[in-house]
Antibody, heavy 117, light 108 residues
Framework: QVQLQESGPGLVKPSETLSLTCTVSGGSISSYYWSWIRQPAGKGLEWIGRIYTSGSTNYNPSLKSRVTMSVDTSKNQFSLKLSSVTAADTAVYYC???????????WGQGTLVTVSS | DIQMTQSPSSLSASVGDRVTITCQASQDISNYLNWYQQKPGKAPKLLIYDASNLETGVPSRFSGSGSGTDFTFTISSLQPEDIATYYCQQYDNLPALTFGGGTKVEIK
């Protein structure tokens, strides 16, 4: 079955750019929407955005000015860049596939990114 | 943005109890609602999509109902392995997806 795995630095300095990659295994990345979702410690879920395998993107309006997503179908990977980070961006970041329009399944295990100097 | 209000924020129930969680949308979202289960330290898991459709492999004690602005998630007989936080998620105004605040379910 399809599995997702996030990777990237666990510590990012304030004002710098957070960069994460999600690797999809057990199936093709093609013909699906792929999303990033984050969760600050002890808090709820926030959808960051999505990318289709064509490269078409949609972002959460509250983060749009700082978010860039990309996809590499040859590597079965998609990526997230979040610029000008602050402590408020500290969270567990999940990647997920969207099925049935916008139901997220499966999810990656999540990766904690801490913003601190 | 469409706001999703979940209630209660937490509950405690006994094994075998019927548990009900509600999710209210700030505007009509038809049946564009999903439910997830998140166990401590784990990623969320899709349980219900399109308000009432049970995801493959999910036990039948879980169910969802509702349309418009008011939705209900039910566990018909609470089991110890159901201890988790449950989230609703709307997708009516794609791409601005939003989640509810979550309901933490504990065993009494």
């Amino acid at each position: 079955q399809v599995q997702l795995q996030e990777s990237g630095p666990g510590l990012v300095k304030p004002s710098e750019t957070l960069s994460l990659t999600c690797t999809v295994s057990g199936g093709s990345i093609s013909s699906y929407y792929w999303s990033w979702i984050r969760q600050p410690a002890g808090k709820g879920l926030e959808w960051i955005g999505r990318i289709y395998t064509s490269g078409s993107t949609n972002y959460n309006p509250s983060l749009k000015s700082r978010v860039t997503m990309s996809v590499d179908t040859s590597k079965n990977q998609f990526s997230l860049k979040l610029s000008s980070v602050t402590a408020a961006d500290t969270a567990v970041y999940y990647c997920a596939r969207a099925i049935a329009a916008a139901a997220f399944d499966p999810w990656g295990q999540g990766t904690l990114v801490t913003v601190s100097s | 943005d469409i706001q999703m209000t979940q209630s209660p924020s937490s509950l405690s129930a006994s094994v075998g109890d019927r548990v009900t969680i509600t999710c209210q949308a700030s505007q009509d979202i038809s049946n564009y609602l999903n439910w997830y289960q998140q166990k401590p330290g784990k990623a969320p898991k899709l349980l219900i999509y399109d308000a009432s459709n049970l995801e493959t492999g999910v036990p039948s004690r879980f169910s969802g109902s509702g349309s418009g602005t008011d939705f209900t998630f039910t566990i018909s007989s609470l089991q110890p392995e159901d201890i988790a936080t449950y989230y609703c998620q709307q997708y009516d105004n794609l791409p601005a997806l939003t989640f509810g605040g979550g309901t933490k379910v504990e065993i009494k």
